[in-house]
C-alpha cells in the first residue's frame, strides 16, 4: 500500500506506536492500520441480528447511567440507535453497501484533471465514537475510463460511514478510486472538524484537520498549485 503519499502529521504504522499505550493512542488519535481493524467473522450476524443485539446492549449502557427506560422519550431509544448504527451511520463497515460503480468511455477525450469539490460528509471518530463533520475534494485524471460524477461522492460517503481516522478515510478513498479508475493520477484532500476535539477534551472549537492523498501527477507542485487553485474559486 501506498502510505508515503499521505501527508498527515501523524505516527503512520503500527511499529511507531509501540511506545504509546492504548489509551494514549486514542487520546492523541493515532491509529495503528491503513485497513478498518476488523474481524473474520464480522458478517456472521445478519443486519437484523446485529439490530436486535446492540438495541440490549444499549438498553444497557442507558440502564446503567440511571436512564428511566420506561419514560415514554426514551423508551424507543435503543432500538432507534442500533438501527442508526447498522443502517445508517455505520452501514460503510459492510461490503454489500458499497456503491456498485459503473464506469463509461472518456469519448470527450477530456484529460485534464476532474475536480469534484466540497462533499459533505459526516463519520465518526473511532476513538470516542462522535462525529467528524467534513468537506472532501476528490480530483482525478481520466485513464481511459470516467465515473458518474455522483458515484465520487458514494464512495466518500460509503468510507465515511464506518468509526473511522481521518487520515484512513482519505486513502480508503484514494484507493478505492485508483482500483477502480485503473490510474495513480488521484488526489484527496479532507478539510474536517472533530467534535471529540471542540465539544470535549481540549475544547477547541476553531480547528480543523486537513489531510490529503497526491498520487501519481498530483505529486507534482504545479499539478498540486492547479488542483488548489481550483479549490480556491
Ligand atoms: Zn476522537
Not at 6 to 35: M, P, Q, Y
Not at 147 to 162: H, P
Request: glycine fraction near 4%.
Amino acid at each position: 500500500m501506498n502510505t508515503d503519499t499521505l501527508r498527515v502529521k501523524t505516527k503512520k504504522n503500527g511499529h511507531a506506536l509501540k511506545s504509546f499505550s492504548f489509551d494514549e493512542i486514542g487520546d492523541d488519535h493515532l491509529f495503528t492500520s491503513l485497513e478498518t481493524p476488523m474481524r473474520p467473522d464480522a458478517f456472521k450476524l445478519s443486519d437484523a441480528e446485529k439490530k436486535e443485539r446492540i438495541a440490549l446492549l444499549f438498553e444497557e449502557i442507558m440502564e446503567v447511567m440511571g436512564l428511566d427506560l420506561t419514560d415514554d422519550s426514551l423508551k424507543g431509544t435503543p432500538k432507534r440507535v442500533a438501527k442508526m448504527y447498522i443502517d445508517e451511520i455505520f452501514s460503510g463497515l459492510n461490503p454489500q453497501n458499497k456503491p456498485k460503480v459503473a464506469l463509461f468511455d472518456n469519448k470527450y477525450q477530456y484529460n485534464q484533471m476532474l475536480v469534484e469539490k466540497n462533499i459533505s460528509f459526516y463519520s465518526n471518530c473511532e476513538h470516542h465514537f462522535v462525529p467528524i463533520i467534513g468537506k472532501a475534494h476528490v480530483a482525478y485524471i481520466s485513464s481511459g475510463k470516467v465515473i458518474g460524477l455522483s458515484k465520487l461522492n458514494r464512495i466518500v460517503q460509503y468510507y465515511a460511514k464506518r468509526p473511522q481516522v481521518q487520515e484512513r478515510l482519505t486513502n480508503q478513498i484514494a484507493n478505492e478510486l485508483k482500483q477502480i479508475l485503473d490510474t495513480e493520477d488521484i488526489a484527496i484532500i479532507i478539510d474536517a472538524k472533530h467534535l471529540c476535539v471542540s465539544s470535549r477534551g481540549i475544547k477547541d472549537d476553531t480547528s480543523a484537520t486537513v489531510t490529503s492523498y497526491y498520487g501519481g501527477v498530483f505529486n507534482k507542485p504545479e499539478k498540486i498549485a492547479e488542483l488548489q487553485n481550483y479549490l480556491n474559486n
